[in-house]
């Protein structure tokens, strides 16, 4: 699975985004894979996964 974005850069702006969701964020590009995510972020797995499915839920990603 890969992770993109869905909104626009200037949608994202307006949201009220925790730091940690946009530092999160910041790696979306369409290319990297999930699993990635969980080391590239440097978080441990359950703080991973709770900022994406607060990314998820707020529609600025899906999954594909």
Known sequence: LRPRKM???QEIMRMSLHSDEGFL???IDGATR???LFYLGGYDRPTTY???RSLLHRGVIMLR
């Open 7 to 9: 909104l626009s850069d």
């Open 34 to 36: 999930l699993r990635e």
């Open 25 to 27: 964020l910041s790696f």
């Open 50 to 52: 709770i900022l994406l």
